[in-house]
């Protein structure tokens, strides 16, 4: 369990550089109000606030998992200098050891996407799936980006390439932009 663990947090270190390396964004632009912003871009995930301490998201979520919608999620966080929470991931367990690149990885895609739609709406960047022969060992995808005040939100798939064939995870991040 704690080889797990380690292999979680390395991966989802890796994930969180190549992550904010980006990828070509297309799509429809959404407009999100004033209002929504202020309420929820100090939300990095459920009940977790930016700025909150490592032992506190800690207490909040021990297992390292969150239920959204009814899906459960890897939650590995990221603290600031000052050690404060500034980056939350989400890994769909459902995809974890997902060797497949398939529809059923989009369908697990989707629901993050959609779960993030309910209350950001459309994504302000929306590049639709990736095409497995893009794909690049250690790097994400980004299919869909929301930018909410002071937090960027991205929903996507890696790839990681082992000894015993591709995993395709569908990852999420949410993170305080510096401005």
Same mark, same amino acid.
Do not use: A
């Given at each position: 369990m704690k080889n797990r663990? %380690? $292999?979680i947090l390395m991966f989802v270190s890796v994930m969180a550089f190549l992550f904010s390396c !980006?990828? @070509?964004n297309k799509g429809k632009v959404g407009v999100l109000t004033d209002s929504l912003i202020r309420a929820t871009e100090d939300i990095a +995930? !459920? @009940?977790a &606030? $930016? !700025? %909150?301490s490592e032992k506190e998201f800690n207490e909040l979520y021990p297992d390292s998992l969150i239920d959204l919608d009814g899906n459960k999620y890897i939650l590995t966080s990221f603290f600031n200098s000052s050690n404060e929470l500034n980056m939350v991931y989400l890994i769909d367990s459902a995809t974890f050891y997902n060797t497949k690149f398939d529809q059923a990885l989009f369908n697990r895609m989707d629901l993050i996407k959609e779960y993030f739609m309910k209350t950001y709406g459309t994504p302000q960047h929306n590049s639709g799936y990736p &095409?497995?022969?893009k794909m690049k060992n250690g790097k994400a995808f980004e299919a869909c980006i929301w930018n909410v005040g002071k937090k960027k939100i991205a929903v996507g798939v890696a790839l990681e390439e082992t000894d015993r064939g591709n995993i395709?995870? +569908?990852i999420s991040h949410v993170d305080r932009n510096n401005l």
């Open positions: 663990h %380690i $292999f !980006g990828q @070509n +995930v !459920g @009940n &606030k $930016f !700025g %909150i &095409k497995e022969k395709y995870y +569908v």
